[in-house]
């Protein structure tokens, strides 16, 4: 049974950083595409970055560019993402999803996805 558990979830203010962690378990990551989405309260869902299954290309939503990084460590089977310069829209629950396909690009184009961790950005 495949499981992708995220953590590192919390309050942080504006201008800070958090790092989340993104555990999979019946699968190995190395042979997926790797992605984070994020859904704010009364928002739709939405992209916030991916990499690829094979080479480590990433590419990110405009509004995350240059703050945020996707990552993965195959030897602990985890997918990371580093957000750094935190802003209040930033916060929302954050999930990771898993792909057999070359890239992910939407929440339906991934093959299993986690419950989320909770980031809030306030002062």
């Known amino acids: 049974q495949v499981q992708l558990v995220e953590s590192g979830g919390g309050l942080v203010q504006p201008g800070g950083s958090l790092r989340l962690s993104c555990a999979a378990s019946?699968?190995?990551?190395?042979?997926?595409?790797m992605a984070w989405f994020r859904q704010a309260p009364g928002k739709e869902r939405e992209f916030v970055a991916a990499?690829?299954?094979?080479?480590?290309?990433?590419n990110y939503a405009d509004s995350v560019k240059g703050r945020f990084t996707i990552s993965r460590d195959n030897a602990k089977n985890t997918v990371s993402l580093q957000m750094n310069a935190l802003k209040p829209e930033d916060t929302a629950v954050y999930s990771c999803?898993?792909?057999?396909?070359?890239?992910?690009?939407?929440?339906?184009?991934?093959?299993?996805w986690g419950q989320g961790a909770p980031v809030t950005v306030s002062s």
């Open positions: 019946g699968l190995t990551i190395s042979s997926y595409a």
């Open positions: 990499m690829r299954r094979s080479g480590g290309d990433t």
């Open positions: 999803a898993a792909g057999a396909g070359a890239i992910i690009r939407t929440w339906a184009g991934a093959d299993y």
